[in-house]
Structures are given as C-alpha cells and as structure tokens.
C-alpha cells in the first residue's frame, strides 16, 4: 500500500432522502456542495474548519470525516503518519440535506484518493457498504456517493448496501425551504410506529413505484408520486411548522415533502412557480428559499 504525496480535493454533494413515499430508499444529490482537502503528512492530525458548524464540530479524531478516513485506511490496508484536513462546508448541519452523508462520504473518497490504486482497492460499491455502515442507512449515502437520482435496499444475503442510480429527468426542478432551527433524525424517527396498517402500506408502495417515473422520466406526475402515508403525518409533532408549509405549497399543487428526517420542505416545481414558492414563505422568520438542481455527480477525489 503506497500513500500519494499530493493531497486530493472532493466536492461530496447534499441530498434529500424519502422523497415522500420512497422511505429509507429513495435519494437524489443536490448542487450545494461541501468542499474537503485531505493530505497525508509525517505525523499528527491537522483540522481546519470553515463554514456550517465550524464553532461546534470537533477539530480532532472524533470529526465525522476523519473517522470515515479513518475507516477506509483500514480497509485499504492502514494508517498513514499524519493527517491534514480542510473543509469548507456549506450543507447546513441537522437540517435534512445529508450533511453527514457528505462527511461520511466524503472521508471515505478522500481516503481512497490518497492511496495508489485506490480505485481498485476499494470500488464504489465497497465505498457504499462501508458508509452505509458508518451512518447507519443507505439513502443519503448513496446519492452523495453515485450522484443523480438512487434507490438503495440491503443485499438479502449479506445485508450489505446496494444501490441502483438513475439520471433525473431534465425538467426536474427542486427547490429547498431551509429552516433556521435544527431538527434531529433520531428524535424525528422515535415517532415512528412500530407498524401501520396494511392499506397505507400498499399506497405508499403504489406511489413510491410512481414515484420513481415522475424522477427521472415524467416531472408532471410528482404531486400524485410524493404523497406519502408512512412517516411524514407521524413525525408532525417534532416539525409542524416545516409540515404546514408541506400542505400549503401542496394545496397550491407543489410537490412538496419533507426532506430526509426534516425540518427542510423540499418543493419541485417549474421555474415560473419558483416565485410562487417564495411568495408562500415570503416574510417567515423560519424558511429560506434555495433554488438548487439534481446534480449528476456525486463525490469524486481530484488529486492536486
């Protein structure tokens, strides 16, 4: 195993996750990017850290991405010396958009990078598996990684993470409701029931398959293909505001739904109802509108 001397750059992408219906499946990369600088150095741990989160998040072994790294070293065969680390992030931290997908992801790609014949030693469908691992699910992970539109299950032998990619339709315009307060996906998840009845079971399985026509070939079907029976209705407790907004903009006939475990709404729509959107949360304290588009790619090392 030979460590290159040159640091690499990766550019991991945010996502969105569920989609509505598509629950713990579903997935697409987002143009707003994290930016990361790995470099092997003679010794020790370097952390700088800017942007989203940079007064908060460790600065040391415990930071998400350098434990990623850290993970990928091993499975490529070890350790380098010394470690040197700069981010820039910009996907806000706990908010629904994958900012810990990105970190997970993007350690796992810088690692790989960083040693010859990387590529090889551990493919993308390795890279997958491990950061499903480390994050614990596979719908944010696989996007960030594969970019595009993904649909990710567990293989039923070895319960590792597979993913599929599909390219989104070129129509398709997403458009994210940022809030200003935080949420956290395991409180979000622990409102979740243990079961559900078998009648919703089978319409959200109807829409999720519907789902997956209105992403990448048919956009005009997306408000019928988001409506979802399975988590969004049971976690309105923990995030009312971000689901009054969800059922405002759907009223209206926006394809609206929460993004990942929330509290972000996630909207498609035309460019000329982009300002309809903004005029519903026009004035709210909470929400801020960006206008982003399903990136292609997902997170790749460029060696500098």
């Known amino acids: ?35 990361i600088e790995l470099a092997v150095t003679g010794g020790g741990l370097e952390v700088e850290l800017t942007g989203e989160g940079a007064d908060e998040l460790p600065t040391d072994e415990r930071h998400l991405l350098v ?18 680390l700069r981010c820039l992030n910009r996907i806000p931290q706990a908010r629904g958009m994958g900012s810990s997908s990105a970190a997970v992801v993007g350690g796992i790609v810088a690692a790989r990078g960083l040693v010859d014949g990387g590529a090889e030693l551990m493919t993308d469908a390795d890279a997958l598996a491990l ?17 595009g539109v993904t649909i990710a299950w567990a293989d039923d032998v070895t319960g590792l993470a597979r993913a599929a990619r599909m390219e989104p339709a070129a129509d398709l315009r997403p458009v994210i409701c940022v809030p200003k ?18 009648a919703e079971a089978a319409a959200n399985a109807g829409r999720a398959a519907l789902l997956v ?13 988001t409506r979802d029976w399975l988590h969004q209705d049971y976690r309105r407790a923990s995030m009312p505001q ?17 993004s990942g475990a929330g509290p972000t709404v996630l909207a498609f729509a035309p460019v000329e109802n982009v300002e309809a959107i903004a005029t519903k949360v026009a004035g709210s304290a909470t929400f801020e509108i960006v206008a982003v588009d399903v990136s292609s790619v ?3 090392a460029i060696r500098l």
């Open 67 to 84: 434990r990623a790294a850290r993970a990928a070293f091993d499975r490529l065969g070890g350790q380098p010396a010394g470690l040197r």
């Open 131 to 147: 950061a499903a691992e480390i994050e614990g699910h596979p719908d944010n992970v696989a996007p960030c990684l594969l970019g």
């Open 1 to 35: 195993m030979t460590f290159v001397s040159s640091p690499v750059a990766v550019r991991p992408p945010a996502t969105t996750a569920n989609i509505g219906p598509g629950y713990d499946a579903l997935g697409a990369a987002l143009t707003l990017f994290d930016e």
């Open 213 to 225: 026509r209105a992403l990448t070939a048919q956009p005009d079907l997306l408000l019928p293909a």
């Open 181 to 198: 307060t935080r949420g956290y996906t395991a409180a979000s998840r622990g409102l979740l029931p243990a079961e559900v009845p078998h």
């Open 242 to 258: 971000s689901l009054d907004l969800v059922d405002a903009l759907r009223a209206d006939g926006v394809a609206a739904v929460v």
């Open 298 to 300: 997902g997170a790749v």
